[in-house]
Nanobody, 125 residues
C-alpha cells in the first residue's frame, strides 16, 4: 500500500511562488510515475503535471506550462511541484498521485492508483 502526504500549501498573493511537496511511503518510490492534479471549488479534478520514475520525462497541462515545474528526489521519496507566477485561477486543492507500475507520464486520473489527501493552495488578489 502506497501512502502519499502532501504539504506546503497556503494562502499567497498572486504573482508569487510556492512549492508543494508529496512524501511517499514504500520502498519502491523510484519506480513510480508521479503526478499532480488539482481541484478548484466547483470544478472537476484536472491534471497538472506528471513525471516519470527517473525524472527524465515530464508533462504539463497547458494552463501551467512555463509556470509550474514538477521534480522528484527519489532518495527522499518525494515529488515536488513548484508553482511560479501564481494566478487566482490556480486556487485549488492540489493532490499528488502515484502509479507504482507506470513507465510513462499520463494525464488521466485513471492511470494513478494512489492519492494523497491534498493540500490547499489559495491565491488572493
Amino acid at each position: 500500500q502506497v501512502q502519499l502526504v502532501e504539504s506546503g500549501g497556503g494562502l499567497v498573493q498572486a504573482g508569487v511562488s510556492l512549492t508543494v511537496s508529496c512524501a511517499a511511503s514504500g520502498r519502491t518510490f523510484s519506480s513510480y510515475t508521479m503526478a499532480w492534479f488539482r481541484q478548484a471549488p466547483g470544478k472537476e479534478r484536472e491534471f497538472v503535471a506528471a513525471i516519470t520514475s527517473s525524472g527524465g520525462t515530464t508533462s504539463y497541462a497547458a494552463s501551467v506550462k512555463g509556470r509550474f515545474t514538477i521534480s522528484r528526489d527519489n532518495a527522499k521519496s518525494t515529488v515536488y511541484l513548484q508553482l511560479n507566477s501564481l494566478k487566482t485561477e490556480d486556487t485549488a486543492v492540489y493532490y499528488c498521485a502515484a502509479n507504482p507500475y507506470g513507465y510513462d507520464v499520463s494525464s488521466s486520473s485513471t492511470s494513478y492508483d494512489y492519492w494523497g489527501q491534498g493540500t490547499q493552495v489559495t491565491v488572493s488578489t
